[in-house]
């Protein structure tokens, strides 16, 4: 039997489980994927809204990507949201260190559901010229 086949999913984290990476592993778990996380930021949001974002320094963001990349590897990566230009930037420059053959799908998380931002206007240009480019889906 194979092992099965293993997802690194880097985006914010939401508390009512309907989005974000709660949602990834939940879908990583229905499809018999193992899934694996880096936070980019912490929510506080429920189904009638976002009320507070904190999003992660970039440096421990890829703190959190060099763990996984290092000791347990992936066979692909999907990005959501990302918060500051800075931290699209450091992504773009750890996954091209580390898994620059892994295939990405790029889920740029920009607005919540109910138009709260989720990525700063400065990020969208950032994303488009650093992520957009090695993203496979």
């Known amino acids: 039997m194979s092992p099965p ?17 709660q ?7 229905a499809f ?27 440096d421990l963001v890829v703190a ?8 347990m590897g992936t066979d692909v990566i999907k990005i959501g949201m990302l918060g500051r230009a800075e931290t ?8 091209d260190e580390l898994a620059p053959e892994t295939p990405i799908v790029l889920d740029p998380v920009m607005l919540a559901t109910s138009g709260g931002r989720l990525l700063e206007e400065k990020a969208v240009n950032t994303l488009k010229q650093h992520l ?6």
């Open 5 to 21: 086949a293993r997802l690194l999913a880097i985006a914010g984290s939401d508390p009512s489980g309907g989005a974000g990476l």
């Open 23 to 29: 949602a990834d592993l939940k879908t990583c778990a």
């Open 32 to 58: 018999g994927v193992y899934g694996m996380t880096a936070v980019t930021a912490i929510t506080v949001q429920n189904t009638l809204g976002v009320s507070h974002v904190e999003v992660l320094s970039a």
């Open 64 to 71: 959190q990507i060099r763990a996984v990349l290092e000791d």
């Open 88 to 95: 699209v930037e450091a992504v773009a420059d750890v996954l």
């Open 132 to 137: 957009l480019p090695m993203a496979d889906l």
